[in-house]
Nanobody, 124 residues
Framework: HVQLVESGGGSVQAGGSLRLACAAS????????MGWFRQAPGKEREGVAG????????WYADSVKGRFTISRDNAKNTVYLQMNSLKPDDTAMYYC??????????????????WGQGTQVTVS
């Protein structure tokens, strides 16, 4: 079992940047696939970006390619989501998720068992 805590959300103007962080509770977090998901009011939760346990493989939703970058620092048990050129459509609650092993480039929330509480991102 791993616990996840997100931070870094906030309000920003269109074109601005934010960096989200997700801290995992255990040293073995390096064995987990990590993902960032988001959910806007009235919409389904969608995959934004993901990264393999070793950090060598990443995936992105088409809507964020070229603007968002996912990375991880396994020494700190932390995953990051750098978000640049933010748009109003990026407004949502952002969630960090984890699953043991490599889940492939899965963008489906059902493939991740462990979730953080979310951090709000608002772009105006």
């Amino acid at each position: 079992h791993v616990q996840l805590v997100e931070s870094g959300g906030g309000s920003v103007q269109a074109g601005g940047s934010l960096r989200l962080a997700c801290a995992a509770s255990r040293d073995s977090a390096a064995r987990y696939s990590m993902g960032w998901f988001r959910q806007a009011p009235g919409k389904e939760r969608e995959g934004v970006a993901g990264i393999s346990p070793g950090g060598t493989i990443t995936w992105y939703a088409d809507s964020v390619k070229g603007r968002f970058t996912i990375s991880r620092d396994n020494a700190k048990n932390t995953v990051y989501l750098q978000m640049n050129s933010l748009k109003p459509d990026d407004t949502a609650m952002y969630y960090c998720a984890a699953e043991s092993g490599w889940v492939g480039s899965s963008k489906s929330p059902v493939d991740f068992r462990y979730w953080g509480q979310g951090t709000q991102v608002t772009v105006s």
